[in-house]
């Protein structure tokens, strides 16, 4: 209700949470949570990890993109090996957004 008071149509939900949007447990637990309470359209983003490159796009028609962090955020999203990126560059859809998120 405060994101239409304030004019905003859609809210997009970041992965970098606890615990991290970044298996299918979790995302489903996140989804559940955002269409009992939203009152707006909303998306989630499916956290790129260390280690689950090889099952994002099982998840890609459910999330709203990709999300990798290349630098510094809070939990365990950080990729900081440029292998990991190319592991998941190769296995995300290519018609489907990747997001990502480097501060320096």
């Known amino acids: 209700a405060a994101a239409l008071a304030g004019g905003c149509t859609m809210v997009l939900a970041m992965p970098n949470t606890n615990p991290a949007i970044c298996s299918h447990e979790v995302f489903l637990q996140a989804d559940a949570l955002a269409s009992s309470k939203a009152r707006c359209d909303y998306g989630i983003f499916f956290g790129a990890g260390p280690d689950n490159a090889a099952h ?13 962090y290349l630098d510094q955020t809070f939990g365990s999203l950080r990729l900081d090996d440029q292998t990991l990126w190319m592991e998941h ?7 489907m957004p990747i997001c990502a998120h480097s501060e320096s």
Do not use: D, I, R, T
């Open 89 to 95: 560059f190769q296995h995300w859809p290519k018609h």
């Open 56 to 68: 994002v796009a099982s998840y890609a028609s459910e999330a709203c993109a990709l999300k990798m």
